[in-house]
């Protein structure tokens, strides 16, 4: 159980994401008991042992199937009718994803970004706030949340995206945000939303097509103006917006695919 532990502890601080099984509840004859758990990998690679066999097979797929959904789940199994297994007992197996909180890259440490680091990290997300503004960034309070001080371009080259990166495009400048937003939009993401007004949204929408930037299909998966519409004002008003956003995407997406509510 130490191992198995310690191994959990690698996963996380190297920044990859396991699924634990545990067996919560025993009926019958059963081939391991309450309390016994196994360490599933993105790879499939396990670590301790619930019981082996078929019923050992089902739980590894259902436990890569938690870690694609980072949703934990109970499941029930019923060893002679699922799985041919003579001993006839039946198991409830609670699998939980841990490690790897989604990352959330922040362009623009001004108000409403670092009060969107702020509130992302109550949410479960890993903020990282890049700005070249190295004023802006003391003013992050939060020693969790990752700065980056570096100008949007160096920025782009030192970030690599995939499909659980989730980008919030906020910076001083209309132009940087079209730059930003033009290099992440052909890039994997799991959320890509831009801050601005509805004139901004439009002819950002408008200089893309026309300049071939992307494609309307593209730009569908923007989420501009950024946030939930609630009618928002203040930074913290907006940042709130933002996360409830994130929050939705984050619990409804299915990892092979970005979604970006409408």
């Known amino acids: 159980m130490d191992q198995l532990y310690r191994t959990i502890g690698r996963a996380m601080d190297a920044g990859r994401i396991a699924a634990v099984c545990t067996v919560v509840d025993t009926r019958g004859s059963t081939p391991r008991k309450t309390g016994s758990k196994m360490l599933v990998h993105e790879d499939g690679r396990i670590v301790g042992s619930i019981g ?66 702020r509130y992302a990290l109550d ?79 439009e002819l950002t929408r408008k200089h893309f097509l026309e300049g071939g930037i992307a494609t309307a299909e593209e730009l569908e998966r923007v989420d501009m103006p950024i946030g939930v519409e609630i009618a928002a004002h203040t930074p913290e008003e907006i940042a709130i917006s933002i996360v409830a956003r994130l929050i939705q995407v984050k619990n409804t997406r299915n990892l092979s695919t970005a979604c970006i509510p409408a």
Do not use: N, W
């Open 52 to 117: 082996g066999g078929a019923l050992e097979k089902r739980v590894i797929a259902d436990a890569l199937a938690v870690i694609a959904s980072r949703t934990p789940q109970l499941f029930k199994h019923d060893l002679l009718h699922q799985h041919g297994m003579c001993c006839g007992g039946s198991v409830h197996i609670f699998i939980e994803p841990v490690g790897h909180q989604p990352r959330l890259f922040i362009f623009g440490a001004g108000h409403t970004g670092r009060a969107l680091a």
């Open 123 to 201: 949410a479960g997300f890993e903020p990282y706030v890049i700005d070249d503004r190295r004023e802006h960034l003391a003013l992050l309070d939060d020693e969790r949340v990752q700065r980056m001080p570096l100008g949007h371009r160096q920025a782009l080259q030192a970030v690599r995206f995939d499909d659980r990166s989730y980008i919030a495009i906020m910076t001083y400048d209309h132009a940087i945000d079209r730059e930003v937003l033009a290099h992440c939009i052909t890039r994997p993401f799991a959320y890509l939303g831009m801050m601005g007004s509805r004139r901004k949204v």
